[in-house]
């Protein structure tokens, strides 16, 4: 069984249908027509629909309307392999007899594709255009951090190794889909959130963000834009961040509590 080995990978912006495409030859144009008129037939051709539509089949390979190429849009991150095993269709199948919406939905359970479109461009091409979906952070998970996108969906075919420059989320369950809430609002302060490297879910309510330098900074269940733009404001006027500090607490409106960092002091031992 010979694979459809004619790929083309472009950006996911080339979607459209490149101008200048070959006109369909007069026979081709009597098969489609044929085509068409009997899958809206009915009467005596319903009792031998199946015999007739193989023959159909066959007949419109032989005119030229057999698979040649599979054109691949918006691939990315996705394997090659891995959109050949979900398309699974082979050289010279009949066009006519492809399923496309069992094809976009196999394309679909592809852990980086978030969307994909299927369709025939006759006489012999197939054209796949994905949309894949975006990291957006590492999930701390039992089996270690796993990249997810602004959804909370999991990309499994993905390496952490690879987006170690993403925030890190972790804590109660939600976290995951809740955590576009929180970076959004963490983002609208640029300077500051250069700084984040961890932010937690606490108690499925509010979040502590965990900066680089170790110091934790607890946001309110209430109101956590407001608190985080107070503490922009007073980094700006005393680099408060940058202190010798554990913690900064902005869950009490209009206070601001901190933390030492004062390190523990082990008794020794004795020898």
Do not use: C
């Amino acid at each position: 069984m010979r694979r459809v080995m004619f790929w083309k990978k472009a950006p996911a912006s080339d979607v459209s249908v490149r101008p200048g495409r070959r006109a369909l030859s007069l026979k081709q144009s009597v098969i489609l027509f044929a085509f068409v008129f009997i899958l809206s037939a009915s009467g005596a051709l319903y009792i031998k629909r199946d015999e007739i539509k193989s023959q159909f089949l066959a007949q419109s390979v032989t005119a030229g309307f057999g698979l040649q190429k599979v054109d691949v849009n918006g691939r990315n991150h996705t394997s090659a392999a891995a959109v050949i095993e979900a398309i699974s269709v082979t050289t010279n199948t009949a066009l006519f007899s492809l399923d496309l919406p069992t094809i976009r939905t196999n394309l679909t359970q592809l852990s980086w594709v978030e969307d994909a479109r299927v369709e025939r461009r006759f006489p012999n091409t197939l054209i796949v255009t994905l949309r894949e979906r975006v990291p957006m952070a590492l999930l701390q998970t039992d089996k270690g951090h796993q990249l997810i996108d602004a959804s909370g969906a999991l990309i499994t075919d993905a390496s952490a190794d690879n987006f170690t420059h993403l925030p890190v989320i972790s804590g109660a369950e939600g976290a995951a889909t809740k955590a576009t809430f929180i970076l959004d609002i963490l983002q609208t302060e640029p300077e500051l959130f250069t700084d984040v490297w961890a932010v937690h879910f606490v108690s499925g309510r509010r979040w502590d963000v965990h900066m680089r330098s170790g110091l934790v900074v607890k946001l309110p269940e209430r109101d956590p834009v407001l608190a985080w733009s107070r503490l922009s404001r007073l980094e700006t006027d005393t680099k408060i961040t940058a202190r010798d500090l554990a913690a900064i607490d902005l869950r009490i409106p209009d206070q601001l509590i901190v933390e030492p960092n004062i390190p523990v002091r082990g008794k020794g031992s004795k020898t």
